[in-house]
């Protein structure tokens, strides 16, 4: 039995001829800028059969190395180049440059993307935080609004209660302010809707099933003021937050969004760090209302953690529906983690994308 390639070929899209035909991949001259076949590429594997033009001429992307060897023939110090791939991914040929796409890869930082991290440590005057990128990320002393809300230069003092704000192992919303090429970020937390999260529910996504909206911060419960901060990363927050009145709405409407601070915790600067004042009030709470806020705050995160199970967009939307679908169908926490629940879940999202499906069914 003839062996095969090394590389497992993945029917992604089909344009004519037969199934037994080869990889169509463009060529240079053809304008396009995908292939038709996505291959999974393993580490080591040979690349050469699966690209139109020589090796050489090729431009060599992530995931992808060149190998010299001896080419046969007489000639002893002739030698060939040929491509193999250095990662788990799908080969991708973008006119002459070959990459391959990682299927797990680590997320990648955009500037102005909301973020949800923990700290990792504290080194000089900045905080050096954990985002889930391939390094960390860091946000200085003079990124974060002071306890006191004032704007000034940021003194010894400052400096020395750093742990005070953000100490090792909390987690923290902030917003990426820059990010570089050599993969470094930097973070700030300016503004009452970033800060430390006390308590709450944390559910770890894909960063690739995020659905990216105008509003990550959501509400969810306006009784117990239970939002949900839905961080670009891949971490999603359900917990209690201050001012949940002001929270923008969770659409992915058209609107202009000029505002800086549109789909945020409301409030302005001079306003108590987040983190400080949900401690305060749940230490005054009653043992009646601490347990309803757990409750509430372990619906929410499961309302997420159902999407997450089915490969589904995340998104404030979503969660919204998610959490509504088990209050009109009486849900408990046992009940939506069960399989008749995700099954529901997937048949309102089929409704939602198409909903004249029983129209077309009754004709």
Request: proline share 5%.
């Amino acid at each position: 039995m003839a062996a095969g390639p090394t590389s497992q070929s993945v029917r992604m899209q089909q344009q004519g001829g037969s199934e037994g035909e080869g990889p169509q991949v463009p060529t240079p001259f053809s304008g396009g800028s995908a292939v038709v076949d996505a291959h999974l590429v393993y580490p080591g594997d040979a690349l050469d059969h699966l690209i139109a033009h020589a090796a050489s001429s090729c431009l060599k992307g992530h995931g992808v190395a060149a190998v010299r060897s001896k080419a046969a023939g007489e000639n002893d110090n002739a030698t060939s180049e040929s491509l193999v791939a250095t990662t788990l991914g799908v080969l991708e040929v973008v006119n002459r440059l070959v990459s391959v796409r990682p299927l797990h890869a680590r997320y990648s930082p955009q500037v102005g993307d909301v973020v949800v991290g923990r700290v990792m440590a504290i080194s000089g005057r900045r905080w050096q935080i954990d985002i889930g990128a391939r390094r960390d990320a860091s946000m200085q002393l003079s990124a974060v609004t002071l306890p006191d809300g004032e704007r000034r230069r940021r003194t010894r003092d400052d400096q020395n209660a750093m742990r005070a704000a953000f100490a090792e192992g909390d987690l923290v919303c902030c917003e990426v302010q820059a990010a570089h090429r050599d993969g470094g970020v930097a973070l700030h937390a300016r503004g009452t809707r970033y800060g430390k999260l006390a308590g709450g529910a944390t559910v770890y996504v894909h960063p690739s099933v995020l659905k990216r909206s105008r509003h990550p911060f959501c509400e969810l419960d306006a009784d117990l003021g239970i939002g949900c901060v839905v961080g670009y990363n891949g971490v999603v927050w359900c917990g209690r937050l201050p001012n949940l009145q002001d929270v923008a709405p969770a659409d992915d409407g058209d609107d202009d969004d000029d505002d800086d601070d549109a789909g945020g915790v409301g409030g302005d600067d001079n306003d108590e760090p987040r983190g400080d004042d949900m401690e305060v009030e749940e230490a005054k709470s009653t043992p009646a209302e601490r347990r309803a806020l757990a409750e509430g705050v372990a619906r929410a995160a499961a309302s997420v953690d159902v999407l997450r199970r089915l490969g589904l967009p995340v998104h404030p939307q979503a969660v919204i529906a998610t959490r509504k679908l088990a209050d009109e169908v009486n849900a408990d926490l046992r009940a939506m983690a069960d399989a008749s629940f995700a099954r529901l879940v997937l048949e309102r999202e089929a409704e939602r994308r198409n909903p004249n499906a029983d129209d077309d069914d009754n004709m």
